[in-house]
């Protein structure tokens, strides 16, 4: 009998979007530390009327932690990693 362990650490980060205190938008990506896959998901908009007058703000704010995410990735991938 053979007997295997696996583990697994992912590094998750999330960040929430608000406008004038009201959640607009929540954002999330992981990376598994195995195989250095990065996800992204993102929440539902939550006041479609809020998102769309601040969504040139909006979409900078979710390009920036898209490019940190990616950061984090290549970090992992050369054997550095700020989760720890």
Do not use: C, P, W
């Amino acid at each position: 009998m053979a007997l295997t362990v696996k583990e697994t650490k992912n590094l998750t980060m999330r960040k929430e979007i608000y406008v004038d205190d009201n959640l607009i938008k929540t954002l999330s990506a992981t990376i598994d530390s195995n195989t250095n896959n990065i996800s992204f998901s993102t929440d539902y908009i939550q006041n479609m009327e809020l998102y769309k007058a601040n969504k040139v703000e909006i979409r900078r704010i979710e390009a920036e932690f898209e490019d940190s995410a990616f950061d984090q990735q290549e970090k992992m991938l050369e054997g550095v990693s700020n989760g720890d």
